[in-house]
């Protein structure tokens, strides 16, 4: 076999490696499906949206996430995962302490935007 430049774990799959990689996926995922339901009721209830208004602040995230996948992944494949893994995790966990700060639903939709290219 060649060298796939990954390490030698000797058939292990619970090593230290993939407890730490499924830790912060398992927190990131937590993180992201928290916030999903609650999203909508804070846009309702800090801004006054409904309806259209509401569902385009909340989509902007997927819209930004799927427009993103493509040059995600060929940047995967470029320059490795840990190279733009850790710093997307790190991102994705800081870009939720701007939605307090947000003071208008154009503000939320930015950051909502930008979060869902981290996403992505």
Known sequence: MGDSGMHETNGRLWTKDFILIWA?????????????PAFPLLL???????GLALGAAAASY???????????????????????????????A???????LMEDTAGVALVRFFHGAVWG
């Open 24 to 36: 912060a996926h398992f927190v990131l995922s937590l993180a992201f499906h928290a916030t999903m």
């Open 44 to 50: 309702e209830d800090r801004f006054g949206l409904s």
């Open 62 to 92: 997927t819209l930004s996430a799927i427009m993103t996948r493509p040059p995600a992944g060929f940047c995967l494949d470029r320059f490795g995962r840990k190279v733009l893994y850790v710093p997307a995790y790190c991102i994705f």
């Open 94 to 100: 800081l870009v939720y302490a701007l939605y307090p």
